[in-house]
């Protein structure tokens, strides 16, 4: 299993970044995908967690409405389109996938919101 993330970087508030995240080594279309951040100093936190279909996503209740998470099973890639992004959003952001009782992540992203 490898999960690879990309599109993370500097934003000023308010502005948009989307991250993408490419996985392979397993049946993509089989499995739910999740983002999840860490913030500088704290634990861990899950962002949205995306359905096989896409057709339900499941978010913590600090992104409802600014963030929307999607997947292309054709491209094996799950999306997390952050809008409206805060200070408060900078962190590093994984992706992550739960296979056979093991919880796969990938290698983080940096996403920093500052002006």
């Known amino acids: 299993v490898q999960l690879v993330e990309s599109g993370g970087g500097l934003v000023q508030p308010g502005g948009s970044l989307r991250l993408s995240c490419a996985a392979s080594?397993?049946?993509?279309?089989?499995?739910?995908m999740s983002w999840y951040r860490q913030p500088p100093g704290k634990g861990r936190e899950l962002v949205a967690r995306?359905?096989?279909?896409?057709?339900?996503?499941n978010y913590a209740d600090s992104v409802k409405g600014r963030f929307t998470g999607s997947r292309d099973n054709a491209k094996n890639t799950v999306y997390l389109q952050m809008n409206s992004l805060k200070p408060e959003d900078t962190a590093v952001y994984y992706c992550s996938t739960y296979i056979s009782a093991k919880t796969y992540w990938g290698q983080g992203i940096q996403v920093t919101v500052s002006s």
């Open positions: 995306i359905s096989i279909t896409g057709g339900m996503t």
């Open positions: 080594g397993f049946t993509f279309s089989s499995y739910a």
